[in-house]
């Protein structure tokens, strides 16, 4: 599509979300890795010494061989960058990339629930990209933040959309069996995992209970009206390498059969519906009638990890419908869910920031 | 307590319950092996070389020697079966010991909501052991059938008694994770629960959301009247060996504060709380404050492996309140419930029955 | 290559290897499947309601609706059959499908000793296919019967060809750490690998310690001379889903030193080394210096699961070298082992058989 | 026996050897936990606030509310102190209490091939406590070191030493699958160990190939001479928790048949056969011939986990004879170990030191 490549950095490259960049991005037609940034232990090695790599498929020789620099503006044009760092250090640097006119694509939560700042769903609410030029004139600055949502917002978004644009959904109880990649590497110890389930990760049920209502909030004249739903997580985490499970339970308005909520997801005609994006997957919601499906380890990796699956609608005697959902946490949830965003940034025309601008 | 033991047999006593049962009764201080019975494909072996025992800690000698025999009343006075037997068995295998006045204590889900049959969780309705002489005077026998619960309606509708009986409960939603032992052996393929997590058990779902209202029932004169409680349940199954852990929202009637519900754990009375019971518990529900607790590793031992675990009282957005519920699924979910039913109907004068009654 | 594809069969399509068959083989240059046979308990079904799919990634829509027959040569003209039979069925049913003109590649052990059966790697003895006319001419018959070595063999085998090529290897201790893939579906029960592993696996160390020499064996005109080798080996399964893990001491004649024998890996020759072969990876055998690898997580998709990795050679105070091996063991070590002998016969002009031939 | 119990203390109590030893010597007859010593990050909190306790089964409520304190001699009089210090602390800390007259029990390697320290399987070489005076004479004090050997060692000794006794063992070739408690706690991230096995543990085959030698060692006039004894040991680690696993391929002198060896194992009259010691396990090696044991999750906690279990002895067409070991590894071959050697001391009447020597 564009001519040249855009330029990109990744913030918090040897990380567990910034593997998945590298190994995304070393191959896209629309961006080029220009700079690897990480924290003071790296910076002076190559990638190739720095990275404790664990994910299967090699890396690109010439990315093995980049030098990498601090997580700093200076050291050459960048037209992206892509964020993977941690929050308690994603709160300082992602402001000074904006600050030096750098757009920055962020994973993490840090700025996710920021009134100026959109979280977005390319498929959900594209829309909400809309508020970037006052964040822009609010910070005086041509740079800015978008973020990605937290890993199973994404797939509980992603899920309820059809659902929501057709029938409006009011109450969502969701219960959680999550990957261990989500927390990172190293993370977890194999000693807490091994024959064993922890129902509790730090900081999650918070999130999924706020930054859904955020994401299907409506634009208005003064921001974002978070959507009038109302929602309780429960999360645990399980042995599971990639892919987040997920029991929903809710209710929606009016009385649908099930054949017309299974309608939604097979008829879900998203905000992009019509745009060709390279990570954008054949369908982004997809539902299966096999009885004992989605599993982890079967479905993660449907549309290259991009593809949410739903399974097992059936009537909830509390909530009115309860089904299953399962979401790809480090790609769809992560690094890829990102680059959609960016992607979506570049077809929107508002990445690359016009020339001059910098 | 009694001066002789009574004589038990075991029905089902090579699969995955059965080995339990011979775990916990081969010390147990009140009932003694006497016979252990299975399928045609072990009888005329002897136990060791039938069974494909997968319990760590050794097998008695006396029972190593012990021949299998077929699953029938035949073959010296026995005061009491346990079984451990596949529905499709049971179905016809306990009624006939019920009928040569072998009463049978049964963690099959044949019979369990038969109305003539109780349902018992010995610390919350030990009372429904009142329809047995109902139950042998309509089917012409001595020998009766009592039932234990699903491993995961034990571990839910004993967490929920201590609630139930202050404030009632309304409305429940159970979200599970629950071991593989409960499967049974061989059970599940390793190949479909290495890194990866199944979101449907059959038929679990439905003795979830049925099996704790006849529990929670009340006695009227013509039988047992369901309590008037709505619940959903969602069930996964994890790559844990034992231990069922759940995630449990519910709406209590009136508005206790967190403090108050947590004393109702604190606090429990049970039907049992003043008997001497062997298996039983110091106690049989225990609230931890702990952030990440209960854990399957760490908490199912609890009261080995008798004490239901729960943790993360919270607020539920949706339904009013969260908390959390492990317990182990082969002992307290499993034998160790029907032992403890056993016990209970020693320690009431109901076993064994009166001489000559045979 | 060949203007039109050949058709092919697969024996036991429905098992564990039967599907690595068909997910290499639904698009592969050469081969296009045509006919699925499994057991009487598939027949009749289509393949999508038979199997039990339970490898990641999508079945081509064809392939879900082809009927599957039974495992008899009838039923319209086959190329070729693939065997992934159980080796007591694979007994008659492979002889029989030769019988009627059908060459069959097995990856069953049934016919792998027999003198008039080649065993081959296409790497290392690929001259042993010239045994083939003489089991034809004795079993008077055009088909024939070509094997694919045992899967801990065939990454043990590559991984010493480049040494025994170069100085000959006299004594091979080998122990394994194999995957639960090896067993098949539903093969070994969770119950039996969760925080387990299992120091014996039945009839694997007698194949490992036999088949290597079988293949190394010289061509004489009386047949195949098994090489003077004296092979020890151990065998463990472990909770790992595919990739099978060895560790290798060795005695090797002369006195070579450890860049000498590294530089057989990086250099090795292969006798399909100038072959253009679908199946055949950049690299058969690859040497790694990073010191905690190979693994089975990182490398066992290297070169699509055809790459056999070798690392940490250092002097064995006993033997005089040690190293480690890996290798996938469903893909090199199975269907695609199998395929790649297969892409030989073809490559040979031995398949197809001559037209008018059957 | 003692009539009053020993004071002991605990260095490195908050870690994984530690909490074992917490474990089995909070209800120990002989010895009583009086201090528990740890890093600078726990000093100051109870011990039950410090510690991230990852056992089942519960402490000991008096030491959940004991101070943690530093690792410093000063503080109250100890009779001994048992020692799970990581090597780089216990190099200088281990003689600080020695020289302060506390005699140290570790397990630690630090001082493990120091030839004035003895290295003691009490079953083994409990001779080799009589080097003690000499240690104290040459470091001028009445403190003093003892060791305990690595996990693997420990059971691959055991394992030999009713056969080198009877025998003589000439070459010994031994493949691990060690469990992850072995790498402490947090030790390895869960990412490296799902679905996954490492065939590298850092320092571990140096170990295994030394010390057996050493314990098996000469009491000579000028020290300890190593045994004569040729060992390849190959590492790998496991996703088992608790549990070391080996395949032993062995040469032993003269030309025993198979009975002769088992009943070697089965006859075994160890160095404290006659001697009553609370750790002592009934049989402190055991052979077992079910054809697939030991297994890590059977048979780990045979006596008490203190047990060495040995199987599937055959013949290895390379070194003679092979077989497969199991061994606790943080029972037997950590805290257990190191409080069977505390034991030995008293039994030896080496502890306490007389009064008046302090």
Not at 190 to 196: I, K, P, Q, Y
Not at 199 to 209: A, Q, T
Not at 293 to 312: A, E, F, I, K, N
């Amino acid at each position: 599509m564009s001519v040249e490549p855009l330029r990109v950095g990744i913030l918090g490259a040897t990380g567990a979300v910034g593997q998945r960049f590298v190994a995304l991005l070393q191959s896209h037609p629309w961006f080029e890795i220009r700079r690897l940034m990480a924290s003071e232990r790296s910076v002076g090695k190559t990638y190739g010494d720095a990275v404790q790599w664990h994910l299967p498929g090699p890396i690109a020789p010439g990315l093995l061989e980049m030098p990498v620099t601090a997580c700093h503006p200076d050291g050459g044009v960048l037209d992206l960058v892509f964020s993977g760092l941690p929050a308690s250090d994603a709160v300082t640097i992602e402001p000074l990339f904006a600050d030096h006119d750098i757009p920055v694509v962020s994973n993490t939560r840090s700025f996710r629930m920021d009134p100026k700042v959109p979280l977005v769903i390319p498929e959900v609410n594209a829309g909400h990209l809309d508020i970037l030029p006052e964040q822009q004139a609010v910070c005086h600055r041509r740079g800015f933040i978008v973020t990605n949502p937290n890993c199973s917002t994404i797939a509980l978004t992603l899920a309820l959309d059809p659902l929501h644009r057709r029938f409006g959904v009011r109450k969502v109880l969701v219960s959680t069996a999550q990957a261990v990649s989500g927390a990172g590497y190293p993370g977890l110890s194999v000693m807490s995992m091994l024959d064993n389930a922890i129902p509790y990760i730090s900081g999650e049920e918070p999130k999924l209970e706020s930054e859904p209502r955020k994401i299907f909030g409506k634009r208005e004249p003064d921001g974002i009206v978070p959507a009038d739903m109302c929602i309780s997580a429960c999360c645990t985490r399980i042995a599971v390498r990639d892919g987040h499970l997920m029991h929903v339970s809710m209710t929606l308005d009016g009385r649908p059969g099930r054949d017309e909520i299974i309608a939604c997801w097979d008829d879900y005609r998203s905000d992009i519906h019509d745009m060709d994006l390279p990570m954008k997957p054949a369908r982004s919601v997809e539902y299966t009638d096999i009885p004992d499906r989605p599993q982890p380890y079967l479905d993660r990796d449907r549309g290259r990890g991009m593809t949410v699956t739903v399974g097992r609608l059936r009537e909830c005697p509390v909530l009115g419908w309860k089904c299953v959902v399962l979401s790809h946490n480090t790609i769809r949830g992560a690094a890829g869910g990102a680059i959609l965003v960016a992607e979506l940034l570049v077809r929107k025309g508002i990445l690359p920031l016009a020339p001059g601008s910098r």
